[in-house]
């Protein structure tokens, strides 16, 4: 089993203060094998904002797979928008904009979708679908691939299509190709679980689709700040979020959903069916 804890939109100048002890101490007490997170870390681009969201994922366990949003483009110089967009996201956070990790049962591929011709929207470009391809088909099946974007693949119900990465479709099909099986985004606020297929009609093919929501901004859009764990062993993956609870100053379970893979992708298992999954290793001799 891996455990994945995917983070999004912490928004560093427009942070709740008191959450971010409550969530480096929820992260850590997890023990995960790969901190996922996936963009907007500052709200607006500033290099103290983007210090102290380096002092924050300093303070979260490791591997980290990070990648920027549009709020990490700064928004009203014309110079640095246009001719060094990511320049300090670079500086402080990382300058790699494509980071992957892998090893015998995930591997993660971040994606860049932020752009600075575009206030608000992302795009997957086609070296990124090329790099999709290149990373991520070489592995067998029972690996478990997942895409990090900042822009959604998929929507929940009252949401506008330009919400969307743009090209998704296009990406889609290396996507189905290599047989990715989980689309990590963010950028919305709002926590989400879908498939692919509801959207994309690719024969055979159906990722599972996560948004996170914020997991310490205020710009809670109604939900309250939370992030997601993401347990998985092939063939099943389970979706545990947990939220902000401030009389307790903790983060608690608030929903958990499990999937599993069939020849038509990957499908949410019924609750009642749910307890039978075994998800830890039982290798080792552990004590009964
Ligand atoms: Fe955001
Ligand atoms: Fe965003």
Redesign the pocket.
């Known amino acids: 089993m891996r455990t994945l804890v995917h983070l999004?939109?912490l928004?560093f100048g427009r942070i709740d203060e008191a959450l971010l002890e409550p969530v480096i101490r929820a992260v850590s007490g997890l023990k995960p094998d790969v901190v996922v997170v996936s963009?907007?870390l500052t709200q607006r681009a500033r290099s103290q904002q983007f210090k102290d969201a380096r002092e924050f994922l300093d303070k979260l366990p490791s591997p980290q797979i990070v990648v920027p949003?549009?709020?990490d483009v700064p928004l009203h110089n014309p110079f640095t928008r246009f001719l060094q967009p990511l320049d300090k996201y670079k500086q402080y956070i990382t300058d790699n904009l494509e980071p992957f990790y892998s090893d015998e049962e995930v591997a993660i591929l971040g994606i860049n979708t932020a752009r600075s011709l575009t206030i608000k929207d992302g795009r997957i470009n086609e070296r990124q679908i090329a790099a999709i391809r290149d990373r991520l088909c070489p592995f067998p099946d029972d690996v478990i691939k997942i895409i990090v974007t900042?822009h959604p693949f998929d929507l929940p119900e009252g949401h506008r299509e330009h919400d969307l990465v743009n090209r998704a479709t296009r990406a889609m099909e290396a996507i189905a190709k290599c047989g990715a099986d989980v689309l990590l985004a963010?950028?919305?606020?709002v926590s989400h679980t879908g498939h692919s297929s509801a959207r994309y009609k690719i024969a055979g093919h159906s990722a599972l689709v996560v948004s996170a929501g914020?997991a310490t901004?205020t710009?809670g859009r109604g939900e309250t700040n939370s992030f997601n764990i993401l347990r998985v062993r092939h063939p099943y993956i389970n979706v545990e979020r947990l939220s902000w609870q401030p009389e307790r100053s903790t983060f608690v379970p608030s929903s958990t959903e499990h999937f599993h893979h069939s020849a038509d992708g990957w499908a949410r298992v019924p609750d009642e069916m749910a307890a039978d999954i075994v998800y830890e290793d039982r290798a080792g001799g552990a004590a009964e």
């Not at 963010?186 to 606020?189: A, F, I, V």
Request: glycine share 18%; charged share 20%; no cysteine.
């Open positions: 999004s939109d928004h963009g907007d949003g549009n709020h900042h963010g950028h919305l606020h914020t901004s710009r």
